[in-house]
């Protein structure tokens, strides 16, 4: 099996599951097709398509978790039920501020915590 073909079926995986999974996760699902892959295997390739931008990754309460890549967005986790919600924020003024004050950004990633609107809610 060549690489390629399991990035391609580790990408379309994420995508079809959505949201925000971690590498075990993920072994569990690829493994469906892919029989004979390993997790350290999923691990390989997950950080390969993190390194080309094609996943996204994001560290939460000491887990990583990945995620197909759909763009620019923010997170919120809820720290009752523990949902990871995708939040557009206009970043650009951020991104501006740090360019003004001298950095080069490679990445942003704001993560808000806090209560759901489903938790304040009930
Ligand atoms: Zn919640
Ligand atoms: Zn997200």
């Known amino acids: 099996m060549r690489t390629t073909n399991q990035q391609t079926i580790i990408k379309a995986v994420l995508k079809k599951y959505g949201g925000h999974r971690s590498a075990e996760e993920v072994f569990h699902k690829v493994r469906r097709r892919l029989p004979q892959i390993s997790l350290a295997t999923v691990y390989r390739n997950l950080k ?58 490679e990445s942003l990633d704001i993560i808000a915590t806090g209560v759901c609107k489903a938790c304040s809610k009930s």
């Open 48 to 105: 390969r398509l993190t390194e080309l931008g094609e996943v996204k990754r994001l560290f939460v309460n000491g887990k990583t978790l990945y995620e197909s890549d759909h763009g620019i967005h923010s997170h919120f986790i809820c720290c009752r039920c523990g949902k990871i919600e995708d939040i557009e924020i206009q970043q650009e003024t951020l991104l501006a501020t740090l360019k003004r004050k001298g950095y080069k950004t």
